[in-house]
């Protein structure tokens, strides 16, 4: 039997009783921010602009809590179209993105000169107009990637219990007041007023960042009646004159004031224990945003805590090391599509945009208190002991066996896992180069030695049975997660395309969902991938 040595062990343990669920998704929303195109704490902004207007047009507790989650939550949707943009555009997601939000409120006009100037910048030159055809080819696309956005934001907000009004204000963001909005071409008063509200608070945001004060009251002066609705958007014309929040936004963070306007009866307070519902929420966010690394930070969790009862840590560090996992790779939702799902080498500065992922999910974990003990582990799962890693080449004497676990579980789940440069090896290929890392003295051959114990003799990440969807509908939404087509799904299980349509329909309404990504979140959370 496998005994670890003195070395190995370490005490990795959360220290916080009781952790405040706004301050967790004011955290992932930092991640959303990023995704979406837009600065850190975007979405705090929004949200305190949002909670000012409702306090000046005085609405009760209620309303308010529902525009202060939408709010929070309203970018955190940007993983769930960031692959079909990509792939669409031929462009970089986030790039177009930062385009499109203000475009959305200036019109149709503005959404084209978006999409002209960014699509096919990914390629070459020459090849740009045939993208640009192409993108221009698809008008059901800005429909489809608005409800994959709204789906995957109300499906966190499901994760974290925050009702149907929340739920229904997220479903809304992209649409206008005169009906020429996305996903459904809601309309009017039609639209939640917690939705109408944000919408405002986003217009301002957006458009003070790119052109100062005035050009954010230009901007909403512009759409009150278009994009936005008119009743509130005078409002805040008059607020804006009145009490200008200028100083408020330019402050290096908004972060206190904004979790103090959550009204106080709705602020919801969870037990350590209650986190993994939100680490999971996090996890999913992570690997949504690419087909290559669904269920990903799932099955590095699972390694981990395997591994850390294999060197007999206690219950309590080998929890917390699984939630550790969970997070680590929230920071990938800033890395753009060009690169992650680019089939060939990376350029320096890919690489390096991939490297900067380790480190912001260490920003967004440090800044909630409750998130803050797994932000050093959580963030170095690319160190290795040599000092060859990053984001800080720390070396074994900085390195808890919490670090090194995560380190060593995320290389073999990565071998384990198919990437647009590589085959997925067996595992018994990758334990093999997950050993020649220990004896290369990058990784921990203790701590090596344990993530196979805990690796089994099974393939990682195979689909486990399920009594909601039949094993047909569990081989198509595993190919779904791929990013398979549905021509694609038909040819790689013998089926005629109108087959796999059925079966695609079948496992959207059983998964209550209406988008490819909407249908992997919540394969992800009933365990079928």
């Known amino acids: 039997m496998f005994v670890p040595s003195a070395s190995a062990r370490s005490s990795d343990t959360a220290r916080v009783e009781r952790i405040r669920l706004a301050e967790t998704l004011a955290a992932l929303s930092l991640a959303g921010d990023l995704g979406h195109g837009q600065t850190l704490e975007h979405s705090l902004r929004v949200t305190y602009l949002a909670s000012i207007l409702a306090e000046r047009v005085q609405l009760g507790p209620a309303e308010r809590r529902e525009a202060f989650y939408v709010g929070l939550l309203q970018a955190t949707g940007c993983v769930g179209n960031a ?3 990509s792939a669409l555009l031929h462009a970089d997601d986030i790039a177009f993105k930062h385009a499109i939000v203000r475009a959305n409120f200036e019109g149709p006009a503005a959404q084209l000169r978006a999409v002209v100037r960014i699509a096919g910048t990914a390629g070459s030159a020459a090849r740009r107009p045939a993208a640009l055809a192409a993108a221009l080819s698809r008008p059901d696309a800005p429909r489809m990637m608005a409800r994959q956005h709204c789906q995957v934001a109300a499906l966190i907000a499901r994760r974290a219990g925050l009702g149907e009004g929340v739920e229904r204000g997220l479903r809304a963001l992209f649409e206008r007041w005169d009906g020429r909005g996305a996903p459904d071409g809601q309309r009017g008063p039609g ?5 109408r509200l944000v919408q405002i608070g986003v217009a301002i945001d957006v458009a003070n960042a790119d052109g100062g004060p005035d050009a954010a009251q230009a901007l909403v002066a512009a759409a009150s009646g278009a994009a936005l609705d008119p009743e509130l958007a005078g409002a805040c014309l008059e607020l804006l004159r009145t009490r ?16 103090a306007r959550e009204p106080a009866a709705a602020r919801v307070l969870l037990a350590v224990e209650e986190l993994d519902t939100i680490a999971r929420a996090f996890a999913d966010f992570a690997d949504l945003k690419s087909p290559w690394f669904v ?3 799932r099955g590095v969790a699972s390694l981990a805590e395997g591994a850390a009862r294999a060197l007999h840590l206690s219950t309590d560090e080998s929890t917390f090391i699984r939630r550790a996992a969970l997070f680590h790779d929230v920071g990938r939702a800033t890395v753009p599509n060009t690169v992650l799902d680019k089939p060939g080498p990376l350029t320096p500065g890919e690489r390096e945009r991939v490297r900067l992922h380790a480190y912001y999910t260490e920003r967004v974990l440090e800044r909630s208190a409750g998130l803050a003990p797994y932000a050093t582990v959580a963030s170095a799962h690319h160190e290795r002991l040599d000092g060859s890693g990053y984001p800080r080449r720390a070396t074994l004497g900085g390195l808890s066996v919490g670090a090194r676990i995560l380190a060593g579980a995320d290389v073999l789940q990565a071998l384990t896992e198919e990437r647009p440069y590589r085959r997925a090896a067996t595992l018994e290929r990758a334990v093999a180069q997950l050993r020649g890392e220990g004896r290369a003295g990058r990784l921990d051959p203790e701590v090596i030695e344990a993530v196979v114990i805990a690796s089994g003799a099974a393939p990682l990440g195979r689909v486990r049975a399920s009594g909601l969807l ?13 990013g398979h087509s549905n021509k694609e799904i038909a040819r790689r299980l013998g089926i005629s395309p109108n087959t796999a349509r059925h079966h695609l329909e079948s496992l959207y309404a059983k998964l209550d969902v209406s988008t490819r990504t909407g249908a992997v979140m919540a394969a992800l959370e009933r365990g079928l991938l």
């Open 191 to 195: 639209i939640p007023l917690a939705t």
């Open 470 to 482: 039949s094993d047909r509908e569990i081989e198509v939404v595993r190919l779904l997660s791929g």
């Open 83 to 85: 692959h079909d943009t």
């Open 244 to 259: 200008p929040p200028w100083d408020a936004l330019g402050t290096p963070s908004l972060w206190e004031d904004v979790l």
């Open 295 to 297: 269920g990903h930070s």
